[in-house]
């Protein structure tokens, strides 16, 4: 069965980076996007960016662009979703997500920045 | 490219039909099937309740079902519980390649 199993919950000072795990299993990593979604205390989910473990293609959304980076390790179906110059409001639980029709979502990774 | 737009709140009585708009654009929902819900319980991960508009994944009731018209999908609760009170969002792919998928803004739906 389709798995994503993320890192453990990180906290950090404002201007740090965090760098998010999410391993996957049950399916052929490759064949699917990968997504990463957040949400902050109280908030909605928010759109991150998606990783195209075919073709190479990453995207992410303009308000996190210059200081996300999405990487992923084929050999070991692993992706990463790494952001930088943390700010407090970026407190929040980050989800990576498979959304294929029939969408898997991993268990989520709440990263606390704090001083 | 905006977030789909839903009512903040819907509430209903139990044993009563519900049902939450999600309204969005030819760029999103009026151009694909890729539309989903998620219940979201206070402290929990999102949980897939329909999936691609209307079908949904084993082990949900089916006092869930969708549908989706123009730009505007639709999640019905018939004969809503106690248990349905909880944060639904939809979410759809869009045409933007920069902003290739957006959620809902989010409904709160009450049980009186």
């Known amino acids: 069965q389709v798995q994503l199993v993320q890192s453990g919950a990180e906290v950090k000072k404002p201007g740090a980076s965090v760098k998010v795990s999410c391993q996957t299993s049950?399916?052929?990593?490759?064949?699917?996007?990968l997504h990463w979604v957040r949400q902050a205390p109280g908030r909605g989910l928010e759109w991150v960016g998606w990783i195209n473990p075919n073709s190479g293609v990453t995207t992410s959304a303009q308000k996190f662009q210059g200081r996300v980076s999405m990487t992923w390790d084929t050999s070991i179906k692993t992706a990463y979703l790494e952001l930088s110059s943390l700010q407090f409001d970026d407190t929040a639980i980050y989800y990576c997500?498979?959304?294929?029709?029939?969408?898997?979502w991993g268990q989520g990774t709440l990263v606390s920045v704090s001083s | 490219q905006s977030a789909l737009t839903q009512p903040a709140s819907v509430s209903g009585s139990p044993g009563q039909s519900i049902t939450i708009s999600c309204a969005g654009t030819n760029s999103d929902i009026g151009s694909y099937k890729y539309i989903s819900w998620y219940q979201q319980h206070p402290g929990k991960a999102p949980k897939l309740i329909i999936y691609?508009?209307?079908y949904r994944p084993s082990g949900v009731s089916n006092r869930f079902s969708a549908s989706k018209s123009g730009n505007t999908a639709s999640l019905t609760i018939s004969g809503v519980q106690a248990e349905d009170e909880a944060d639904y969002y939809c979410s759809s792919y869009t045409t933007s390649s920069t902003v290739p998928y957006v959620f809902g803004t989010g409904t709160k739906v009450i049980v009186l």
């Open positions: 049950g399916y052929t990593f490759t064949d699917y996007s």
């Open positions: 997500a498979r959304l294929s029709g029939y969408d898997y």
């Open positions: 691609e508009v209307s």
